[in-house]
């Protein structure tokens, strides 16, 4: 069998039997699936039931997207923020569409038995320039696995670097053991997009202060029982970026990064 060779290579008859293979594999797997936790525990291969997946969407009334490239995603069906350079949508992916998971050092894979609607926040580096493909940020398995870590961990003062979705800034506001917040963006245009679609989803008896700074810049100056980076492009952030936050947090007991296990 000629797997692993570009497409144009194969011949039709070819092409046909491993198209009938790689949907026997869906079907297989999907007979497999199980409802949605978000507590539950990771797996390599885990397939999960769509019906039970339901991403918090902070824009409810946009209507969906099948396109996966930003750039092509119709008006009707994004919000951009003020300075243009964020854009909010809502993804349908199909059936059997595999997505990646990590834990720790491993990875992994979820697929869903049914279409499945995520949230995606898209970055632009120019004011008017096109998006980058890649999502900055979505509401996928592999935020919850990843970010989830860290939330665990939150309690007293806990200080939040990165808003993203909002998604780990929800998560610490409904633990009880967190009796203030506050968090760190760096992005003024971002906030003013996303945290007024989030403030409603936070428990209204934690304070919550918001910070529009760069958090390697202020991080000495804060005090609290704990802060969580996700500040990071790429899982597991930048080494050397990481140990700067963590050495100059004088003033707060511990720090978590994204893509680590724990302290
Ligand atoms: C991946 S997103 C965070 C996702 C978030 N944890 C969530 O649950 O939705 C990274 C965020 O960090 C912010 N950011 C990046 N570098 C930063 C920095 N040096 N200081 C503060 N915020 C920063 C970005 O603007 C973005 O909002």
């Not at 491993?18 to 007979?31: A, K």
């Not at 979705?165 to 917040?181: F, M």
Request: aromatic letters at 8%.
């Amino acid at each position: 069998m000629m797997v692993g060779l570009p497409d144009f290579l194969l011949d039709e008859d070819t092409r046909k039997r491993l198209e009938e293979m790689r949907q026997r594999g869906i079907e297989d797997r999907c007979r497999t699936a199980v409802p949605w936790d978000p507590e539950m525990p990771w797996k390599k291969h885990l397939t999960i039931q769509a019906s039970t997946y339901r991403p918090l969407s902070l824009f409810p009334k946009l209507p969906v997207t099948e396109c996966i490239d930003p750039n092509r995603i119709s008006e009707e069906q994004r919000v951009v923020s003020e300075d243009r350079r964020w854009l909010y949508c809502t993804k349908r992916l199909p059936r059997g569409a595999s997505l990646m998971t990590t834990y720790g050092r491993q990875r992994g894979t979820v697929m869903f038995d049914g279409p499945v609607e995520i949230p995606v926040l898209h970055y632009s580096h120019e004011d008017e320039g096109r998006w980058v493909r890649a999502p900055f940020m979505s509401l996928a398995p592999m935020e919850y696995f990843s970010l989830r870590i860290g939330t665990r961990l939150a309690r007293g003062h806990t200080i939040v670097a990165g808003l993203g979705l909002g998604h780990q800034l929800i998560e610490v506001s409904r633990r009880k053991q967190v009796k203030s917040i506050t968090l760190v963006e760096k992005s003024q245009a971002l906030v003013d997009f996303i945290l007024p679609r989030v403030r409603p989803h936070l428990r209204p008896d934690v304070p919550l202060s918001v910070i529009v700074q760069d958090v390697e810049q202020v991080i000495s100056k804060l005090t609290g029982d704990v802060a969580l980076i996700d500040i990071y492009p790429v899982y597991n952030g930048h080494r050397s970026q990481k140990e700067r936050i963590s050495s100059f947090a004088f003033g707060i007991k511990k720090v978590w990064h994204w893509g680590t296990m724990g302290w």
